[in-house]
T-cell receptor
Framework: DQQVKQNSPSLSVQEGRISILNCDYT??????FLWYKKYPAEGPTFLIS?????DKNEDGRFTVFLNKSAKHLSLHIVPSQPGDSAVYFC?????????????FGKGTKLSVIP | DVKVTQSSRYLVKRTGEKVFLECVQD?????MFWYRQDPGLGLRLIYF???????EKGDIPEGYSVSREKKERFSLILESASTNQTSMYLC??????????????FGPGTRLTVT
């Protein structure tokens, strides 16, 4: 049973426009959410995170929004750049004792077209 | 900067061989993880370790074992490699503690092909 779902395997966006990547989760215990970016033949790199006590976190061109009641988060990239083309993974975790794991979604491949 | 290194970027092994994948991190992180990434399946956790000599099974431990004799090193062992273990293997590490343990830092990956 997938606890973290990224329902769009791919997304294409024009350079300069907004990219919106979506993620849904089912486990109400999750209280921390992360986005990772992965280029081919490289390991994922941490991009941005949000705690469940917030509904928005911003870092430069990247903003993550969290809607706890809908169990939904989204990553906004504005403006999109060709270098943003990568696979984006949503991940979730919870702060209980011994909870060292991240649960990842299957990823969304973003293509930013020049 | 956290640095996680993996012993090989590309590896080709034959069916039935014993395969060792090594991972080293230089930031004194308590937690270390092994994942495999396959197209359409995302990142799946194989094993993790939260301390030296400690290990926990992840979601797909079958066919794998791990070893953590030193804090900085975490090894993944394929006891008898099979073709369905052809994959990208990713090692990660993280701190323990409210501020840091969620964020994992990944190595560059090892692309393993089993023929």
């Amino acid at each position: 049973d997938q606890q973290v779902k990224q329902n769009s395997p791919s997304l294409s966006v024009q350079e300069g426009r907004i990219s919106i990547l979506n993620c849904d989760y089912t486990n109400s215990m999750f209280d921390y959410f992360l986005w990772y970016k992965k280029y081919p033949a490289e390991g994922p790199t941490f991009l941005i995170s949000i705690s469940s006590i917030k509904d928005k976190n911003e870092d430069g061109r990247f903003t993550v929004f969290l809607n706890k009641s809908a169990k939904h988060l989204s990553l906004h990239i504005v403006p999109s750049q060709p270098g943003d083309s990568a696979v984006y993974f949503c991940a979730a975790s919870y702060s209980g004792a011994g909870s060292y794991q991240l649960t990842f979604g299957k990823g969304t491949k973003l293509s930013v077209i020049p | 900067d956290v640095k996680v290194t993996q012993s090989s970027r590309y590896l080709v092994k034959r069916t039935g061989e014993k395969v060792f994948l090594e991972c080293v991190q230089d930031m004194d992180h308590e937690n270390m993880f092994w994942y495999r990434q396959d197209p359409g399946l995302g990142l799946r956790l194989i094993y993790f370790s939260y301390d030296v000599k400690m290990k926990e099974k992840g979601d797909i431990p079958e066919g794998y074992s791990v070893s953590r004799e030193k804090k900085e090193r975490f090894s993944l062992i394929l006891e008898s490699a099979s073709t369905n273990q052809t994959s990208m293997y990713l090692c990660a590490s993280s701190l323990t503690g409210l501020a840091g343990f969620h964020e994992q830092y990944f190595g560059p990956g090892t692309r393993l092909t089993v023929t």
